[in-house]
């Protein structure tokens, strides 16, 4: 039995190289573009802080605390939040890339955190500083001096508008009062004017104005009547304000007065009285205005504004505190949004190509070759990439020309293999028995033919060969064996007779030792032949030409010696009795054994010329039937068991040579079984080897081991009276029919023949 | 984790309860009469102290109150069913000592007036009486309905870093009888 060979290579093919893969899209963050756009946009909104810082002076305090500090708030909370969400996204990211066990992460949370640290901390040493400043200044705007100084100022404007408002309301009140015994209701007024002309002549008064209320005035319920202006008041004055005024004095709501811008600059201080009848009736409505001069309005206008600029200012203080802060906040957290991006760039900037060169390494391992590491700077990194990508590069060629070497090796490995289990093949189908024998000893195969001819199983491979043939019957094998281990020349075939199950067999065996390239002995190869066959072939031919030639030589001169012998009989018959008698006793017993001769010479003249069997379909059965029923009756105590398959196929065979075979074997087991027992005949189909069996089986004395391989020579008997040729002729019977009979011992006793038959 | 979260989620929950709890600093007085629901409403404590400070420095100061006519809905936000602006504004000239006063309703000028009196202006600017701000076209009969009136100044004279917001609340229910 043969060991299968193991494959001469592990060697697998590599997986197919995958597709060259796309450079992965560069992160918004790594695009030198947008990067630069973006230092582009945070400086023009730092500048354009700066310029919006710079021009605060300008802008109105309500519009500062209102709009400016709106729009600011809203970007320190937008810039805030987008901090916070960069600083939190990265957080989360770090957590989980140290999870991942990522490399660099805890790298770049470090420089991030430094870069952070370096400049949070002076960031809001800033604010803070700066926010102190803001307040100390503020503070320091509202001092006690410069409230006192402005709201001096201011009281002392005011109070010259309270003190010409009351005088011109007192001018108006007094002339309202002249007024109230003249009919300001008739269409003409004598005198008014001359009653009137002193009053601005002396320059008290810039102008006077009287109004007559009518009821069918309209909504204004006043008309003018007349007015008397001083020749040094400028043109420009209204008319409409002061029917305004009367209107409203006309309602009887008392003493008014109104202030009124003049165009060429200065202001109108207008102050109406009602003008009441004797009855209590106000019948009309005097105004009377005094000029303050443009330059006096104006200062006091700027004292007033002085005044309240820094009143608002103190009012707005909180506010405007936190537009100057929110600057200040605007600016740290652009430093610290810059800080962060900046952290975060440069933080990739350095990782990243180490990460593409893990991460490409860990592709490499994984024997994708083809992967490349883009080369995105021209430093030192640049050349880094530059280099693992001709590693890999090399790497590939050496992996292109070591999966063509291990083609070739597969294919050859294929040859070696197909050969192998061609020769494989054929050990196990050939009858010759081949045995390896590697250089420690141990036997590496045995093919089916070596086990069946020397009775050894797959168990014998790998132990000793010594151990295996130390048995008695294969001590031959063992010294043939050791022949080929000395390493000299082949020795011949040698025969070897081994003695198995008690019969002989015999080998004709050669051993060859194996030797490796240097000449050393690897081991040896043992083959063997069954020759046996051939030996029984040539030992019966042999016996067959003796039979022929003793049947020939033999048979010629019986015939005249019987002759003879009668005619001596006949030539004695006259003679005196004792004389005939000794002759007929003499001639008698010569005639006979003349007779017995002719017998013997006939059975060897059969033997010599056995004709070929003539093959017809048989059922053996019928056959085996018929055979056994020329037996009924003549023995009482010997019975037959027929056992007989139903399956059995119809087989070719020559029925009178099969009948003779049967008969030979039936007559030798009655002769055995001294006519007393049990003779079993059976039948059985093999379909695997497509065989017929015919088991002739007795409970006879059974055959020594020593005589059972003789059995079926030629002049061999264990009868008293026997040619020994019956067996002999069976076994050729059988053989002339394809087939072989083997004899073993029958259980419990007795002998059993089996007869295989092509079928 | 949830522990510690149920507290916040309260505090969520009840916010806009406490919220509205504590800005009943408008008193507010609805009246469904002649097709028109009249809103009288009035600034509680009138003028701040801040607020004199504030128009006393010439700064345009405005009283803004957006007052909304709405109707609960269970279960889900009340309904807004009509909404207006009024605007109260004044001026104070430090050199006359005058104020300049006007209102206006929805940007539409109302009324203006001149005055010299302090109390006359925390009238003006705190006190609105029968305003007749809603028609009652739309409203259902015996259905229940609340004015809210939210009270706004600007300038503003604080400073937060939150500067949304803010303002003072109140809200009064009336049953609309046709």
């Known amino acids: ?759 | 984790m949830i522990r510690r979260a149920l507290p916040l989620l309260a505090l969520i929950a009840v916010a806009p309860l406490l919220l509205g709890a504590a800005g009943d600093a408008v008193r507010v007085t609805p009246l469904a009469r002649d097709g028109q629901v009249y809103v009288s409403f009035s600034l509680d404590g009138g003028l701040t102290p801040d607020m004199r400070e504030t128009i006393r420095s010439g700064l345009q100061t405005s009283y803004g109150y957006d007052i909304e006519l709405r109707r609960g809905v269970t279960i889900w936000f009340d309904r807004t069913l009509a909404a207006t602006t009024v605007t109260a504004t004044v001026q104070f000239d430090n050199l006359t000592r005058r104020h300049q006063l006007s209102r206006s309703i929805d940007g539409r000028v109302d009324a203006a007036e001149v005055t010299e009196s302090d109390e006359e202006v925390g009238r003006w600017m705190t006190s609105f009486e029968r305003l007749p701000l809603f028609s009652t076209a739309d409203l259902e009969p015996n259905a229940e309905y609340y004015v809210r009136v939210r009270a706004r100044t600007r300038p503003r004279s604080t400073w937060s870093l939150w500067p949304w917001g803010g303002g003072q609340w109140g809200h009064a229910t009336f049953t609309f009888i046709p």
């Not at chain 1, 140290?98 to 640290?117: H, Q, S």
């Not at chain 1, 002076?122 to 102190?132: A, C, K």
């Not at chain 1, 007559?667 to 069996?693: F, K, Q, S, Y």
């Open chain 1, 1 to 759: 039995m043969a060991t299968p060979l193991r494959a001469a290579s592990s060697i697998r093919p590599a997986p197919p190289a995958p597709q060259p893969a796309r450079p992965p899209r560069r992160p918004i963050r790594d695009n030198p573009r947008l990067l630069l756009a973006g230092i582009v946009v945070l400086v023009a909104a730092f500048v354009g802080l700066l310029a919006l810082a710079s021009r605060t002076t300008s802008f109105s305090p309500d519009f500062l605390t209102e709009v400016v500090l709106y729009a600011l708030s809203v970007a320190d909370l937008t810039m805030l939040v987008g901090l916070v969400f960069v600083l939190a996204r990265n957080i989360i990211k770090l957590l989980v890339e140290r999870r991942r066990a990522l490399p660099f992460a805890r790298f770049r949370a470090k420089l991030v955190a430094v870069l952070l640290g370096l400049t949070l901390i002076p960031s809001i040493l800033v604010l803070l500083v700066g926010s102190e400043l803001i307040r100390n200044s503020t503070d320091r705007w509202f001092n006690a001096p410069m409230d006192e100084v402005l709201s001096s100022a201011n009281r002392i404007a005011a109070d010259y508008y309270a003190e010409r408002q009351r005088f011109v309301l007192a001018q108006a009140a007094r002339i309202a009062k002249t007024l109230g015994d003249v009919d300001l209701q008739s269409a003409n007024v004598p005198g008014l004017q001359d009653r009137l002309g002193p009053e601005v002549a002396e320059d008290r008064l810039k102008l006077v104005e009287v109004f007559r209320v009518t009821a069918d005035a309209g909504p204004s319920r006043v008309a003018p009547i007349l007015d008397v202006a001083s020749p040094s008041l400028p043109p420009g004055a209204l008319r409409a304000s002061a029917e305004r005024l009367a209107s409203h004095v006309a309602t009887g709501a008392g003493e008014t007065w109104a202030l009124e811008p003049m165009a060429i600059g200065g202001e109108l201080l207008r102050g109406a009285a009602a003008v009441r009848a004797p009855d209590g009736r106000i019948t009309g409505v005097v105004v009377a205005s005094d000029y303050l001069t443009g330059e006096l309005a104006a200062r006091s206008r700027r004292m007033t504004a002085a005044y309240e600029d820094y009143r608002q200012l103190r009012v707005l203080k909180a506010p405007l505190f936190g537009v100057y802060v929110s600057f200040f906040l605007m600016v740290t957290l652009m430093i610290l949004v810059g800080a962060t991006w900046m952290g975060l760039y440069l933080a990739k900037r350095i990782t990243r190509p180490v990460q593409l060169l893990a991460v490409a390494a860990r592709e490499i391992g994984a024997g994708h070759l083809d992967h490349r590491v883009e080369r995105e700077t021209a430093d030192e990194f640049g050349a880094l990439v530059e280099a693992f990508n001709s590693m890999a590069e090399e790497l590939a060629t050496s992996r292109q020309d070591l999966e063509r070497s291990a083609i070739d090796l597969e294919r050859k490995h294929l040859e070696g293999e197909g050969r192998r289990r061609y020769i494989e093949t054929i050990l196990e189908r050939i009858a010759t028995g081949v045995i390896s024998i590697d250089e420690r000893g141990a036997i590496s195969t045995v093919n089916d033919a070596a086990g069946r001819l020397l009775g050894v199983g797959a168990e014998a491979v790998g132990r000793q060969a010594t151990e295996v043939f130390a048995r008695e019957d294969l001590s031959p094998m063992s010294t043939l064996l050791r022949s080929a281990a000395t390493g000299g020349e082949e020795s011949p075939p040698q025969e070897i007779a081994l003695t198995r199950d008690g019969r002989d067999v015999h080998l004709a065996a050669v051993a060859t030792a194996l030797t490796g390239d240097g000449g050393h002995v690897e081991g040896a190869v043992l083959v063997f032949d069954d020759v046996t066959p051939l030996i029984r072939s040539q030992k019966v031919a042999a016996w067959r030409e003796v039979a022929r030639r003793l049947a020939h030589e033999i048979k010629n001169p019986l015939t005249p010696i019987q002759l003879s012998a009668e005619r001596l009989q006949r030539h004695f018959g006259t003679a005196p009795p004792p004389t005939r008698a000794l002759v007929d006793e003499c001639t008698t017993t010569i005639v006979n054994e003349v007779e017995s001769l002719k017998g013997l010479v006939d059975e060897f003249s059969q033997f010599a010329r056995m004709p070929s069997p003539k093959t017809v379909p048989t059922v053996l059965g019928a056959l085996l039937d018929d055979t056994l029923a020329l037996y009924d009756g003549l023995f009482a105590e010997l019975r037959f068991e027929r056992r007989f398959a139903a399956d059995l196929p119809i087989v070719r065979v020559d029925p009178e040579q099969m009948r003779r075979v049967v008969i030979n074997l039936v007559d030798n087991a009655v002769e055995a079984m001294e006519r007393r027992g049990v003779i079993t005949v059976e039948t059985h189909h093999d379909p695997a080897n497509h065989l017929a069996r015919i088991i002739v089986a007795d409970d006879g004395p059974g055959i020594t081991t020593a005589d059972r391989e003789k059995l079926f020579m030629p002049y061999f008997s264990t009868k008293r009276r026997g040619s020994g040729l019956g067996l002999a002729i069976v076994r050729r019977i059988i053989a002339e029919h394809g087939g072989s009979i083997d004899v073993t011992d029958n259980a419990p006793r007795g002998t059993r023949f089996t007869i295989e038959l092509p079928c």
